[in-house]
Every structure is written in C-alpha cells, then in structure tokens.
C-alpha cells in the first residue's frame, strides 16, 4: 500500500517521557471520514509498543490501530510525506494516551503542517 492510500501511519517511536516504557505514536484518519463526532479531524494515539491493548483496557478504536501497527500493515513515514494530505486538516493530539509522554518537537512538526489542533494531557 503506498503513502497515498494509507489511512495511518507511525510518526514517532521511542521511550515515554513519562513512564520510560516503550512506546509508538500513530496518526489515523488520513482518508477522509464523515463520523459524526470527529469528522475530518486526524486522531493521535501514543501506545505502548508491547503491552496488548486489551490489557491496558484500551477503547476499540485503540485496540484496532495497536493490532494493525503490530501485524505491519502501519508503516513507519515522516509528516513531510504526508504534509500535502494534512495541510488543511485539524488533529486530535491525544486521542488515546498522553501527549506528555512525546517529546514537544514531534507535536510541533505535525501541527506545523495542518490547519489546527486540539489535546488533552493528564500531566
């Protein structure tokens, strides 16, 4: 599958600033929804790299994009690939997981290219 066609795709891995723990952080919603709640919004989710969502009671929507990262079908990509698809677009910083986890430069070059953001962090 190529960038054009993807619907998600991992923007960062490294350690939690946060706990220490492995994590990944993957944007969704590439292809554009209708969903009644978030719209054309891109979502964020930082997840733990080896805990199975199911035992970190995570929602459905998290558990699905930690299944389809963990059989590769999300692929590693860099938000300059994809800024053309994003440029007009809002994102969701935090839909699952804490944006405090992520260092601040990753979120400043996904903002940089869309058209506005909102977050929440537990810290």
């Known amino acids: ?18 706990t220490g723990d492995p994590i990944v952080v993957l944007l969704a919603g590439l292809r554009r929804s209708d ?11 930082i ?7 199911n ?11 930690w299944w ?7 692929a ?9 698809r994003i440029q007009d677009r809002k994102v969701r910083i935090g839909t699952y997981g804490d944006p405090a986890a992520v260092p601040a430069r990753v979120w400043t070059a996904l903002i940089r290219h869309t058209a506005g953001h909102t977050g929440y962090t537990h810290q």
């Open 35 to 45: 969903h009644r709640t978030t719209g054309a919004m891109l979502q964020t989710y």
């Open 76 to 84: 590693p990509s860099s938000i300059t690939e994809i800024k053309t």
């Open 55 to 65: 035992d970190a009671i995570c929602p459905p929507q998290a558990l699905a994009i």
């Open 1 to 18: 599958m190529s960038l054009r066609d993807t619907n998600s795709i991992e923007i960062w891995r490294g350690k939690s600033l946060v």
């Open 47 to 53: 997840l733990h790299r080896d805990q199975d969502p």
């Open 68 to 74: 389809s990262w963990r059989m590769g079908t999300i």
